[in-house]
């Protein structure tokens, strides 16, 4: 019998294998918080494969929302100016104000609630070590992307909650047995930059500026 791939290396962790991580996002502390767009668009789309992980087709909806959400912001980058296209916040402004259009800064404010919904759920989870993911993400959801839902999609979010693995086996499938504490620390402090992003575009995003 063939033996069952791990979704982690020997000795590593599931965050291993992410093309980029939210810790080596640039954030310009100098220039308003200003986020790389390139390596942020990156970093969103390797939490995508998450979603693989808690290994429920009812989580294909949310993943290829924010997938798609992603592709939206790229497609503005490609087309923007090079003066234009370095930093998330540049590419909104330059939407909103030179191109006349909202198409990607839609696909943005989508994309930061998947992302805010998707952390607060893990972070819930980590801080209650005998809490159950079903419960951490319905929670989460309740706190974020519920409002913004409307009756037909709300079943949809709530069949996916549903189907969350078991806490022991979703951790089982973030590293050995051996490396769980090592796990918990690396998740924690992505969670810690992803967290730290999120909340930069969700103030940006609030502006008068960003609206449209």
Known sequence: MATQQKPY??????????????????????????????????ASDSLTTLFDIL?????????????????????LQSAAPADKKSTIQS?????IKDAKAHKATEGLTWLVRGLDFTAQALRKNISNATEELSVSFRA?????????????VKPIFSAAMSA?????????????????EMARREMSEWLEALEKQVGILKEFLDRKETKW
């Open 9 to 42: 290396p020997n000795g590593g962790t599931f965050l291993d294998t992410l093309t980029r991580s939210f810790k080596d996002v640039p954030v310009d502390n100098v220039n308003d918080n200003a986020i790389g767009a390139t390596e942020f668009l990156e």
């Open 55 to 75: 290994g429920s087709v009812a989580f294909k909806p949310v993943q290829s929302d924010m997938q798609g959400n992603i592709k939206k912001v790229r497609e």
């Open 91 to 95: 590419l909104v402004l330059y939407e």
């Open 140 to 152: 989460a959801y309740a706190d974020t992307l519920k409002k913004h839902h409307s009756i037909l």
């Open 164 to 180: 969350t693995p078991y806490r022991k086996d979703f951790y089982a499938k973030l590293a050995d047995p051996s490396n769980q």
